[in-house]
């Protein structure tokens, strides 16, 4: 159980910071918003991670005017079973969450 659960946590550490690079390199929140999606999804699948995740992103950075530091943050929150460890006094699951902040160029445009 210790096992799993670290292991998930580092795919769900991993899949936050891919969600929010991928966030940062977008052109305005609506994009950043469906390429975090889109990359935490991906990371988690590609680790074979079978959870159903929930991917908020703070995109207030890019109402910061140009010039001035800016940042965009992805927080990815998965559940995973561990009902079918079958060890007694053990949870059905356990909920992980990671978050990771990216910045935002600031001579970019957004």
Same mark, same amino acid.
């Given at each position: ?28 929140? *609506? !994009?950043?918003? #469906? ?6 999804? %991906?990371?988690?699948?590609? @680790?074979? $991670? ?16 140009? *010039? !001035?530091?800016? #940042? ?6 998965? %559940?995973?079973?561990?009902? @079918?460890? $079958? ?24």
């Amino acid at each position: 159980a210790a096992g799993r659960t670290s292991i998930a946590q580092g795919s769900v550490s991993a899949a936050a910071r891919d969600a929010a690079r991928q966030a940062s390199i977008s052109l305005n929140p *609506g !994009q950043a918003q #469906t390429a975090a999606l889109s990359s935490a999804m %991906t990371a988690l699948n590609q @680790d074979g $991670l079978d959870c159903r995740p929930v991917v908020t992103v703070d995109t207030s950075g890019f109402g910061i005017p140009v *010039g !001035q530091p800016a #940042t965009v943050s992805a927080t990815v929150t998965c %559940t995973v079973s561990l009902s @079918d460890l $079958l060890v007694p006094g053990l949870p059905g699951s356990r909920t992980l969450t990671a978050t990771f902040t990216s910045p935002l160029d600031p001579f970019r445009e957004r």
